[in-house]
Structures are given as C-alpha cells and as structure tokens.
C-alpha cells in the first residue's frame, strides 16, 4: 500500500513557476514508477510526466518538454514537478501516481493516486 500526497500547487501568472512535490509513504517506494497527471476542467485526466525506478524520465509531448522538469528522490521517498513558463492552459489540478509498470502512462495503469492539488495560472 502506498499514499500519495501532493503539495505545492497555486495561483501564478504566465510566465511564472510553480514545484508541485509529492511524498509517499508506504515500503518499496523505488520500484514504482512515478508519474504526474493533470485534469483540467472539462478535460480527461491526462498524463505530463513519468520518472520509472531505473530513472528514465518521459514527458507528455513538447508541449511540456522543456518547460516541465520531473524528478525523484528514493531516500525521501518524494517526487517533485519543476514547472516553468506556465501558461493558462497549464491550469488543472495535478495528480501524483505510481504504478508497478516501467513504461506506465495511462492513467488506467497506475494503481495508486494522490488526491490533487489545483495549479491556476492566469493570463
């Protein structure tokens, strides 16, 4: 069993920065695959990020890339979401993950979700 609780989340202008981070308990924290979804409104939950237990990073497209920056941390059993040059269409509220597959990105095949945190950016 693992819980999963987001932090960090808020109201930015475009342009701005936000850390989403994300602390799990439970055992085994490393041999998961750790990912963050988002869901905006009117939108199905879709996936932005994954980081897997060899540390292999993928990100949704190019639409985040270069601008989103995931990592992990195994000691402190944390994952964090660097978000930079945040636009409007950024808003969602975001969601931390883990699921048992390496290549996991669907949202189906992550077993363990957090409850969310908003991230607002205005225009």
């Known amino acids: 069993q693992v819980q999963l609780v987001e932090s960090g989340g808020g109201l930015v202008q475009a342009g701005g920065s936000l850390r989403l981070s994300c602390a799990a308990s439970?055992?085994?924290?490393?041999?998961?695959?750790m990912a963050w979804f988002r869901r905006a409104p009117g939108k199905e939950r879709e996936f932005v990020a994954r980081?897997?237990?060899?540390?292999?990073?993928?990100y949704k497209d190019d639409s985040v890339k270069g601008r989103f920056t995931i990592s992990r941390d195994n000691a402190k059993n944390t994952i964090d979401l660097q978000m930079n040059s945040l636009k409007p269409e950024d808003t969602a509220v975001y969601y931390c993950?883990?699921?048992?597959?390496?290549?996991?990105?669907?949202?189906?095949?992550?077993?363990?979700w957090g409850q969310g945190t908003q991230v607002s950016v205005s225009s």
């Open positions: 993950a883990a699921a048992y597959g390496t290549y996991a990105y669907r949202a189906y095949e992550y077993v363990y």
């Open positions: 439970g055992r085994i924290f490393s041999s998961y695959t």
């Open positions: 980081v897997n237990r060899e540390g292999r990073i993928s």
